[in-house]
Each structure stands twice: as C-alpha cells, then as structure tokens.
C-alpha cells in the first residue's frame, strides 16, 4: 500500500533513541527514506533502521558527533554514501533537527564551557547543519526543529538549555522567510517532559515524579516519544502545507 511520504528522504538527526528514534520510526512507516543519524551507539542505530526496515521501510544509519569540528561534513559524506548505495537521489525532502543535550545549572552554576558545549550541539549544530542542508532540500520540502516547552515557562534549572531552545525557534522563524519562496516550511516541535533517557534517572522508576509531571500536563500522564513523533509527522506530511514559522506545543497541556 503507498504511503503518503514514499519517495520522500528524511534526515533525523539524535535518531537511535528517544524522540529521534520515535520521529525516524514514524517517518519511515509514512514511507519516506529515513537516514538515521547518531553520534556513537552502532547498534542502537542499527536496531532503528533494522525496525524501520522490519515495517516495510528504507533507511540508512549516518554517524557523525555533532558540536566538534568537521561534523557536518562528516555527515553529509555519510548520508551521500547511504543514499548513493541505496540507489537514491543525493537530496533531502525533510530535515528533522533532533539532537541536542541538557545543561542542568542555575546561571550561578553555568560555566563557560558547559554554555558552549549546550549551544554547539543545540544551535550551532543545527544552524550549519541547516545551511549545509539548504541546497539538497528539494521545493516544497520541510524543516522541524525540535525545540522545547521550557522557553515559555520558567526553567531557572537548566536556564542555559531553555535559551538555547529560544535561539533555535528564532532561527527558524527567520529562515522560514528566507526559504519560503521555494515552497519549504520551517516548523518547530516543543515536546514537554518526555519518557526518555535524559529523564530516566528522576522519571522512570519514580512514581511519585511520574504522578507529578501527569499532574502538570492537562491529559494527566506523562508524554510518550510518539506522542511528539506523531506532531512531526503532521508538520512533514503535505496536510501541513500552509503551516510555516510555526510550532506545536507537544507538552499535553503543562503550562509550568
Ligand atoms: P536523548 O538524549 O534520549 O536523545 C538525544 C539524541 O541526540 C541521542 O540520539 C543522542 O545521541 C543525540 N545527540 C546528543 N548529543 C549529540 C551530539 N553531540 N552529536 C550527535 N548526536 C547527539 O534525548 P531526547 O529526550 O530524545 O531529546 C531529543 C530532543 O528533544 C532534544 O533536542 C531535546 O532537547 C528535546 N526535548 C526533550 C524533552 C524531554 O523531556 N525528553 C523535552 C523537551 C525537548
């Protein structure tokens, strides 16, 4: 049966766990060609495209570390190589910016290096990765930034993460100008607290942080990898022609 992204290419940056994952999964059972970028783990990566694979799907695993030097072309001769030996047109239809990392610290915490590691991989990365990208996005294609809740509420804990995620969803205002004449939408995606391995650690074995983050949210549970998936694939699919240089909340409701 066709799916409404086959002949589509996907890069999901972050994609061998977590959200990238789910987002990559996602995107391949709606038929696009997903190449799975990720920093280290081979065989978490490969169990991605194996399952994308196993439901009918393409995709490729592309290793790069972002945030250090030479990343992105490190990257892109990866994923000219995956879609070469896959048969495919060096292009890209949509680019998911995934990947990114925390920074728990209050400002009095927040050293110089730990500023600059959380901007490299969170803005940095994505910003050059983008421009990298702009001229293998075929018209009318899509560019998600996965930005977070915490730039509308206050998060004085990780105060550098939460401008980081301001600084991405002004990029992506800008340039949804910039590209818009050739049909491309930049759109971003706010997940708020997520069951992921950033959040294992007070999240997954405690009920009582689990009881608490449901209460924040207006659903009354805690958010599922999916549950942000499923908002990217809306912004990738043509139902969301029309909908540029904006953003889904994706936070069920939590407005602290
Ligand atoms: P995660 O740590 O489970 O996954 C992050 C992914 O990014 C991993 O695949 C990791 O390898 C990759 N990554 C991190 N640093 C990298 C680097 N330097 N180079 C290459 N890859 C790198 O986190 P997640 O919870 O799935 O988060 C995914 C995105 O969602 C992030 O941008 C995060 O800020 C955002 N987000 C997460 C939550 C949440 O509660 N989990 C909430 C809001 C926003």
Redesign the pocket.
């Known amino acids: 049966m066709a799916a409404h992204l086959d002949g589509r290419i996907a890069l999901v940056?972050?994609?061998?766990?977590?959200?990238?994952?789910?987002i990559a999964e996602r995107l391949g059972r709606d038929g696009a060609f997903v190449v799975v970028?990720?920093?280290?783990?081979d065989a978490?990566a490969r169990e991605v495209v194996a399952t994308i694979a196993g439901a009918g799907g393409q995709a490729a695993a592309v290793r790069?570390?972002?945030?250090?030097p030479g990343?992105i072309g490190t990257l892109f001769a990866g994923l000219e190589r995956a879609l070469r030996d896959a048969g495919r047109e060096v292009a890209l239809d949509i680019l998911v910016?995934?990947?990114?990392?925390?920074l728990p610290a209050t400002i009095e915490q927040v050293d110089e290096a730990g500023f600059d590691r959380v901007f490299?991989?969170?803005v940095k990365?994505p910003f050059f990765l983008t421009q990298r990208a702009l001229p293998l996005l075929r018209d009318g294609g899509r560019i998600i930034n996965?930005?977070?809740?915490?730039t509308r509420v206050a998060f004085p804990e990780g105060i550098a993460?939460a401008s980081?995620?301001g600084a991405l969803d002004a990029f992506g205002h800008s340039l949804a100008k910039h590209v818009g004449p050739r049909g491309i939408t930049v759109n971003a995606v706010?997940?708020?607290?997520?069951?992921?391995?950033?959040?294992a650690g007070w999240l997954r074995d405690n009920p009582g942080a689990q009881a608490t983050v449901a209460e924040w949210s207006a659903l009354g549970r805690v958010?599922q990898?999916a549950d942000?998936a499923d908002a990217v694939a809306f912004l990738a699919s043509d139902d969301a022609r029309w909908v540029t240089a904006g953003r889904i909340d994706a936070t069920g409701g939590a407005r602290i």
């Open positions: 940056t972050g994609a061998s766990r977590g959200i990238g994952r789910a970028h990720y920093a280290r783990d978490a790069a570390e972002l945030g250090t990343d910016n995934n990947a990114g990392i925390g490299a991989v969170n990365a996965v930005s977070s809740g915490v993460y980081t995620k706010a997940p708020g607290v997520i069951d992921t391995d950033v959040n958010g990898p942000v």
